[in-house]
DNA sequence: CAATCATTTAGATATTTAGCTAAATACCAA
DNA sequence: TTGGTATTTAGCTAAATATCTAAATGATTG
């Protein structure tokens, strides 16, 4: 979890996330949205990687990064969760929640 | 928004921000939760402050830190929400309802 | 006023990070 | 096999980050 905090730190790295969220990409795709060199974006793409955001599948010469939307989820709303944010329609029953544990 | 991600790619931030959730606290009580310096604490607060995540308070000699919990959601919920994320807490809650019942 | 308490600032160091170019690897096609 | 495309690895630099100790600031108290 701290890996994915960590790597949600960088825009271009969130960016990359939200191109992916439309549709898996190759890396030389996501590269050629962004000024920075390939290599640069390899090494992000090895941080996403190393968080569990991404999935690389291999075929042939290309390598496509696919989104892995649960792990986001599991972090993201976990995240969120701890702090009790949500829906407003949502507060009387996270205390029903707490209640019980 | 960069700033936010930032501030919460660190743990021991992201924890101060959880104390805070709880209730107000001084720089020298959130100081007393973790095994670091104080100055490196208070550098910890000012990236909270920068951020906008927190709220400092002058009272005498003391400051009393507060979470922004508006400004947390804003990020959090928004980001979220560009990826589709259902409402955090509601499936939580479904399932603390129905264990209630 | 002098001592003390709470917190930050200053200054130093070590580690991590983001970026680059050049080179290596792996695959595909002619 | 030769050349070209896709991507990563290696090696480097510059900047940012996290940490420390020591000192400064400002408020409180004896």
Do not use: C, W
Not at 38 to 48: D, E, G, I, N, Q
């Amino acid at each position: 979890m701290n890996r994915v905090f960590k790597a949600l730190a960088d825009p271009t790295r969130r960016r990359v996330l939200e191109l992916l969220r439309q549709r898996p990409m190759t890396a030389g795709e996501l590269a050629d949205q962004f000024a920075v060199s390939k290599p640069t974006m390899s090494a992000h793409f090895a941080v996403l990687r190393e968080a569990d955001l991404v999935d690389a599948a291999k075929q042939g010469a290309t390598i496509t990064y696919r989104l892995k939307l649960s792990v986001l989820e599991d972090a993201i709303l976990g995240f969120a969760q701890a702090f009790g944010m949500g829906a407003p329609v949502e507060a009387a029953s996270v205390q029903a929640k707490e209640t019980l544990s």
